[in-house]
């Protein structure tokens, strides 16, 4: 008994001290919050500080807290200082005001093992190799010449992937749109990043294959996961979550793939070297300006970071391109009002003589509403990607230490009702009203980010948004299959790096140009 009894005597002298130390660490968080005059926010707690107030949709819960504390708000993960920014207001001061400060990425596990050691144009850290690897990517690899000279090839894809889609849907079979559109857009991007002929046999067979699609799947699925490890450092080691195992397993699939089309490229340029053959109607991939760029002031790209943009072209452009375009079918679906006008539009601009082609679209405002439209309210990267201070500044007043870490919540932003009438609903004549540009200088709008880390594939996420869409509604009468009423059609998010819909949209398409079509296809 004696035994027994000092043994519970010891349990409570040790709950006692340990509930002694949470409540002062509690208090002196809470003064040294206060001390360096950051702005409002919930008190966190020791070692996981607001970690537990975050749920699945991380964006919804930054829009459920701002409503308390406002739209500068500062929390504490795990051990990582964070702001998160919730007005257009507040966006353009740290994406703006202070871009340079604001300019850099935090390392994560995501960084380090999906993107070659932050190799990639999104992860870089902010400084000399990023600017460098920028300047290649925006000024040589991903031009508005090197779109045009593929104009025709994304013709064809289109056209193939539409009559294929087509025909499924014969009988009133209805089709999984986003398997269509990632087959379609992955096509595009790989056509633009290795043209023909380059790929081996077994790196052609590996892109259509069920494993990398699912490795695809996991890529993004692991790059949008809270790991632990990165914001409570000493539980990194033991990746309780298991994330880090799968991440290594899955970059070494990926770095596979990417290393079999260098692998290509480089045999085909000493092939060539040898014969001295020359193609006059072969156009340059983009892994050729790459891999054949010369060395300069600066250097060359290294192997690391040609995979890093190779995978953001790849992988990136075809998930954020179809989850737009699955998002913006389903408004309309939902909404045969708006449907019906963008319909509309297009018989008077372009006809039902012919189909759409990317070069209508500047001629097509309707369409671009819808565009903004379905980017306001479905942006899919609802936080932006985060950026990191290199420095202590001040913003709205506060003091914000260095190495903390931003998020830009847009998903409040394009939702505020003090810059959105009926904020809510899906209404693209709102931007025949009031212009808005997606170049990062409207920040009510800001589907692309802004300033020096605004995301360089804008122009082929908007040249594959607005010409696939209008290529669909042109094409086809689109609806729900069976007994499915679109009041009851399912538009929840699923949590991710990017926002797709929960609940894969299914949908019967049936020909409205059916000869014009099938002419154009040929």
């Known amino acids: 008994m004696e035994e027994g009894r000092g043994h519970s005597v010891t349990v409570l002298q040790v709950s006692f001290f340990t509930a002694a130390a949470l409540f002062i660490g509690f208090l002196l968080i809470k003064k040294l919050k206060v001390s360096k005059r950051l702005p409002p926010g919930p008190t966190p707690w020791p070692v996981v500080g607001n970690l537990l107030l975050l749920g699945t949709l991380p964006h919804v819960s930054f829009a459920d807290l701002a409503e308390r504390y406002g739209p500068l708000m500062s929390m504490r993960i795990g051990s990582v200082n964070c702001l998160i920014v919730s007005s257009a207001k507040y966006a353009e001061v740290v994406l703006k005001t202070n871009d340079r400060t604001w300019a850099s990425r935090p390392r994560t596990s995501q960084s380090e093992l999906l993107c070659y050691g932050s190799s990639d144009m999104s992860s870089m850290p902010y400084g000399h190799r990023w600017r460098y690897a920028r300047k290649i990517f925006t000024l040589e690899v991903l031009t508005n010449k090197r779109l045009a000279d593929f104009q025709s090839s994304r013709r064809l ?78 539980l990194d080691r033991f990746d309780l979550q298991g994330y880090k195992k799968r991440m290594r397993i899955t970059a070494k699939k990926a770095d596979e793939f990417l290393q079999g089309i260098i692998d290509d490229h480089l045999e085909r340029h000493k092939l060539r070297k040898e014969t001295s053959e020359k193609d006059e109607d072969y156009i340059q991939d983009m892994v050729d300006v790459m891999l054949t760029r010369p060395r300069d002031a600066d250097g ?175 094409a086809c009468e689109w609806s729900l299959p069976g007994e499915q009423r679109i009041e009851d059609l399912d538009m929840s998010e699923t949590p991710g790096l990017t926002i797709g819909r929960k609940t894969p949209l299914e949908a019967v398409a049936v020909r409205r140009l059916a000869e014009v079509i099938g002419n154009s296809a040929n």
């Open 157 to 234: 894809i289109v056209l193939r992937a539409l009559n294929t889609m087509l025909d499924e849907c014969s009988g009133g079979r209805a089709v999984r749109v986003d398997l269509v559109l990632r087959k379609m857009i992955m096509s595009i991007v790989s056509k633009m990043l290795m043209n023909k002929g380059t790929l081996s046999d077994r790196a052609e067979a590996l892109k259509d294959s069920d494993d990398f699609q699912q490795t695809i799947k996991e890529l993004f699925e692991l790059s949008g996961v809270f790991n632990l490890g990165d914001y409570i450092p000493w």
């Open 300 to 474: 060359t790209l290294t192997l690391d970071e040609i995979k890093g943009m190779m995978e953001n072209v790849l992988f990136a452009g075809t998930d954020t391109s179809a989850d737009t375009v699955e998002w913006a079918l389903s408004e309309l679906i939902r909404n045969p009002r708006v449907l019906q006008k963008a319909q509309e539009e297009l018989d008077s601009k372009v006809g039902r003589e012919r189909l759409v082609e990317e070069d209508d679209v500047p001629n097509l405002p309707y369409l671009q509403a819808v565009v903004k439209e379905t980017f306001r309210l479905h942006a899919v990267a609802p936080l932006l990607v985060p950026h990191e201070s290199t420095e202590a500044c001040t913003i709205g007043g506060y003091e914000i230490p260095a190495k903390t870490r931003l998020f830009v919540n847009i998903f409040v932003i394009h939702r505020d009702p003090e810059r959105w009438e009926k904020p809510l609903d899906f209404y693209p004549e709102r931007f025949l009203k009031q212009d808005k540009d997606l170049n990062g200088t409207d920040f009510d709008l800001l589907p692309f980010g802004s300033g020096r880390r605004m995301c360089p594939g804008k122009n082929l996420g908007l040249l594959s948004v607005h010409w696939i869409l209008a290529v669909l509604i042109h």
